[in-house]
Protein backbone atom coordinates (compact mmCIF):
# COMPACT_ATOMS: atom_id res chain seq x y z
CA UNK A 1 0.00 0.00 0.00
CA UNK A 2 1.26 3.72 -0.59
CA UNK A 3 -0.12 7.07 0.35
CA UNK A 4 1.36 8.94 -2.62
CA UNK A 5 -0.49 11.09 -5.04
CA UNK A 6 -1.40 9.13 -8.23
CA UNK A 7 -3.75 8.23 -10.86
CA UNK A 8 -5.85 5.11 -10.48
CA UNK A 9 -4.72 2.99 -13.14
CA UNK A 10 -8.33 0.87 -13.21
CA UNK A 11 -10.91 4.22 -12.76
CA UNK A 12 -8.55 7.18 -13.74
CA UNK A 13 -9.31 8.43 -10.46
CA UNK A 14 -6.59 10.92 -9.32
CA UNK A 15 -6.46 11.19 -5.65
CA UNK A 16 -3.38 10.65 -3.14
CA UNK A 17 -3.96 7.18 -2.22
CA UNK A 18 -3.93 4.85 -0.41
CA UNK A 19 -3.42 2.58 -3.30
CA UNK A 20 -2.43 -0.68 -3.84
CA UNK A 21 0.49 -2.21 -6.43
CA UNK A 22 -0.40 -4.67 -8.67
CA UNK A 23 2.62 -6.51 -9.70
CA UNK A 24 2.87 -8.34 -13.09
CA UNK A 25 4.66 -7.25 -16.38
CA UNK A 26 4.87 -3.92 -14.94
CA UNK A 27 3.31 -2.50 -11.95
CA UNK A 28 0.13 -0.30 -11.81
CA UNK A 29 -1.68 1.84 -8.81
CA UNK A 30 -4.91 0.37 -8.13
CA UNK A 31 -7.44 2.57 -5.56
CA UNK A 32 -9.47 0.67 -2.57
CA UNK A 33 -12.54 0.92 -4.53
CA UNK A 34 -11.44 -0.13 -8.00
CA UNK A 35 -9.18 -3.14 -5.37
CA UNK A 36 -12.64 -4.35 -3.91
CA UNK A 37 -14.81 -4.61 -7.00
CA UNK A 38 -11.79 -6.64 -8.33
CA UNK A 39 -11.90 -9.17 -5.05
CA UNK A 40 -15.83 -9.49 -5.15
CA UNK A 41 -16.83 -13.03 -3.95
CA UNK A 42 -18.20 -15.06 -6.80
CA UNK A 43 -22.39 -14.86 -7.42
CA UNK A 44 -21.98 -10.82 -7.17
CA UNK A 45 -22.46 -8.60 -10.41
CA UNK A 46 -18.83 -9.25 -10.96
CA UNK A 47 -18.17 -12.71 -9.95
CA UNK A 48 -19.43 -14.18 -13.48
CA UNK A 49 -16.07 -14.09 -15.05
CA UNK A 50 -12.73 -13.91 -13.09
CA UNK A 51 -11.31 -11.20 -14.51
CA UNK A 52 -7.52 -11.94 -13.56
CA UNK A 53 -5.65 -8.92 -12.98
CA UNK A 54 -8.15 -6.80 -15.59
CA UNK A 55 -10.88 -4.83 -14.28
CA UNK A 56 -14.18 -6.83 -13.45
CA UNK A 57 -16.47 -5.34 -15.97
CA UNK A 58 -19.92 -6.87 -17.03
CA UNK A 59 -20.12 -7.63 -20.62
CA UNK A 60 -22.80 -4.45 -21.10
CA UNK A 61 -19.58 -2.90 -19.11
CA UNK A 62 -17.19 -3.70 -21.36
CA UNK A 63 -19.12 -3.05 -24.87
CA UNK A 64 -19.89 0.62 -23.74
CA UNK A 65 -16.33 1.48 -22.76
CA UNK A 66 -15.57 0.06 -26.29
CA UNK A 67 -18.61 1.86 -28.05
CA UNK A 68 -16.61 5.05 -27.45
CA UNK A 69 -13.67 4.00 -29.49
CA UNK A 70 -13.57 4.73 -32.80
CA UNK A 71 -14.02 1.44 -35.76
CA UNK A 72 -10.28 1.76 -36.83
CA UNK A 73 -9.46 1.32 -33.01
CA UNK A 74 -11.65 -1.35 -32.43
CA UNK A 75 -10.34 -3.06 -35.34
CA UNK A 76 -6.65 -2.51 -34.22
CA UNK A 77 -7.73 -3.72 -30.58
CA UNK A 78 -9.30 -6.86 -31.56
CA UNK A 79 -6.72 -7.54 -33.97
CA UNK A 80 -4.03 -7.04 -31.59
CA UNK A 81 -5.67 -8.83 -28.28
CA UNK A 82 -6.20 -11.79 -30.69
CA UNK A 83 -2.84 -12.20 -31.54
CA UNK A 84 -1.75 -11.68 -27.83
CA UNK A 85 -3.51 -14.65 -26.41
CA UNK A 86 -2.41 -17.36 -29.77
CA UNK A 87 1.04 -16.21 -28.97
CA UNK A 88 0.77 -16.26 -25.16
CA UNK A 89 -0.88 -19.74 -25.23
CA UNK A 90 1.05 -21.20 -27.27
CA UNK A 91 4.01 -20.13 -24.31
CA UNK A 92 1.70 -21.61 -21.96
CA UNK A 93 1.38 -24.76 -24.02
CA UNK A 94 5.02 -24.66 -24.34
CA UNK A 95 5.52 -24.49 -20.69
CA UNK A 96 7.16 -21.15 -20.48
CA UNK A 97 6.43 -18.78 -17.37
CA UNK A 98 4.27 -15.59 -18.86
CA UNK A 99 3.07 -12.87 -16.49
CA UNK A 100 -0.07 -13.30 -14.77
CA UNK A 101 -1.79 -10.74 -16.10
CA UNK A 102 -1.07 -13.32 -19.57
CA UNK A 103 -2.47 -16.65 -17.38
CA UNK A 104 -5.45 -17.82 -18.23
CA UNK A 105 -7.95 -15.92 -16.47
CA UNK A 106 -6.32 -12.98 -18.58
CA UNK A 107 -6.52 -14.50 -21.27
CA UNK A 108 -10.21 -15.29 -21.01
CA UNK A 109 -10.98 -11.21 -20.44
CA UNK A 110 -9.03 -10.17 -23.57
CA UNK A 111 -10.93 -13.05 -25.52
CA UNK A 112 -14.22 -11.44 -24.10
CA UNK A 113 -13.03 -7.93 -24.73
CA UNK A 114 -11.86 -8.99 -28.19
CA UNK A 115 -15.47 -10.74 -29.18
CA UNK A 116 -17.26 -7.67 -27.56
CA UNK A 117 -15.16 -5.62 -30.22
CA UNK A 118 -15.46 -7.66 -33.16
CA UNK A 119 -19.44 -7.30 -32.60
CA UNK A 120 -19.43 -3.65 -32.45
CA UNK A 121 -17.28 -3.65 -35.55
CA UNK A 122 -19.89 -5.42 -37.27
CA UNK A 123 -23.04 -3.72 -35.96
CA UNK A 124 -20.67 -0.38 -37.18
CA UNK A 125 -20.46 -1.94 -41.06
CA UNK A 126 -23.50 -3.12 -40.95
CA UNK A 127 -25.27 0.20 -40.17
CA UNK A 128 -23.10 1.70 -42.67
CA UNK A 129 -24.07 -0.75 -45.33
CA UNK A 130 -28.00 0.25 -44.76
CA UNK A 131 -26.88 3.67 -45.12
CA UNK A 132 -25.43 3.47 -48.05
CA UNK A 133 -27.92 1.08 -49.40
CA UNK A 134 -30.59 4.30 -48.28
CA UNK A 135 -28.83 7.08 -49.92
CA UNK A 136 -28.43 4.66 -53.46
CA UNK A 137 -32.58 4.61 -53.22
CA UNK A 138 -33.12 8.30 -52.66
CA UNK A 139 -30.22 9.08 -55.44
Known sequence: MTDRAGRCSFCGAATRGPFATVQGLF???ICIPCLEVR???PGTHFGLHDPGP???MTRADMRASLELLPSWVLAQKAAANRQLIAVTRQRLAAGEQVARMYQEP???WLERQAEAAEQLLAER???DQDRRRGRQRRG
Do not use: K, R
Request: glycine share 6%.
Open 27 to 29: TVL
Open 39 to 41: QAQ
Open 54 to 56: FPA
Open 106 to 108: GLA
Open 125 to 127: QAD
